[in-house]
């Protein structure tokens, strides 16, 4: 288990978080929720060993995240962050082949990954010209190499994955998010639309003002109540099961 516990952190006297816990289950999706501010940045970042927290700890399988190297750390999870700079002119191959480990079968493994998000057929050409969609799949594509190659079924982190993609992609990535939990991987997602979480978690955290608000099922969490209490604003939840929904056009400000 990949797991955050009481975490807190305050930069220039402004709590960011306070006594957050969250817990990624192999084989589980845990996606965290809140408005602006609300901490989830970074918590993700916290659990993605990118920030050291002032309180609490986060353990992967037990083990001290602060202490593993990073050579360790990028065979047990995988993280995309919200954007990817490339610098140099590389092909999408090689960008997805970034987080490949040495192997005979380096290359297999990123043909696997590029079809996974519907962009084998891009595998030779350049990186760069890429819409932002195309490019937010290649580096997903470049985290399931990265998979792939590690210790066991391992962890993945993604941080607002559906941000750029149209309705197409953006199911795309949700049914590979579920594909990948089937599989044993341990996956974490930080999700604005809530929609996407409520079709995609198994368990979704609720931050609010740097501390978990709510945790839970989807019906547990995305209640009228709990809408109004995380942002603002008055909301009358629908079912379409086997999850509920949202409709925007229906809320108002409390």
Do not use: C
Not at 140 to 158: D, F, N, P, S
Not at 183 to 198: I, K, M, Q, S, T
Not at 201 to 218: N, Y
Request: hydrophobic fraction near 50%; aromatic fraction near 4%.
């Amino acid at each position: 288990m990949y797991r955050a516990q009481e975490i807190g952190v305050a930069v220039g006297g402004r709590l960011l978080l306070e006594g957050a816990s969250v817990d990624i289950r192999p084989g589980h999706v845990t996606v965290l929720i809140g408005p602006n501010g609300a901490g989830k940045s970074t918590l993700f970042k916290v659990l993605a060993g990118e920030r050291r927290p002032q309180r609490g700890v986060v353990t992967l399988d037990s083990a001290d995240l602060a202490g593993l190297r990073p050579a360790q750390l990028a065979r047990l999870r995988a993280v995309l962050p919200q954007s990817v700079h490339v610098a140099f002119p590389f092909t999408v191959e090689e960008v997805a082949g970034i987080g490949a480990a040495p192997g005979r079968d380096m290359a297999a493994r990123v043909q696997r990954a590029l079809a996974r998000v519907e962009l084998a057929g891009l595998a030779g050409h350049s990186y760069d010209p890429l819409s932002g969609g195309e490019k937010q799949r290649v580096q997903l594509a470049r985290a399931l190499v990265q998979l792939e190659g590690g210790e066991g079924a391992g962890y993945l982190l993604l941080d607002e994955p559906t941000a750029s993609l149209d309705l197409a992609q953006q199911l795309l990535v949700l049914r590979l998010i579920r594909d990948l939990a089937a599989e044993g991987v341990g996956v974490l997602a930080v999700l604005h639309d809530l929609n996407l979480a409520a079709m995609v978690a198994d368990e979704i955290v609720a931050l609010k003002q740097g501390r978990v608000a709510a945790r839970g099922t989807p019906a547990d969490v995305l209640t009228d109540a709990r809408i109004a209490e995380l942002y603002g604003v008055s909301v009358r939840m629908g079912w379409a099961p086997p999850t509920p929904f949202v409709l925007p056009q229906a809320a108002s400000r409390t």
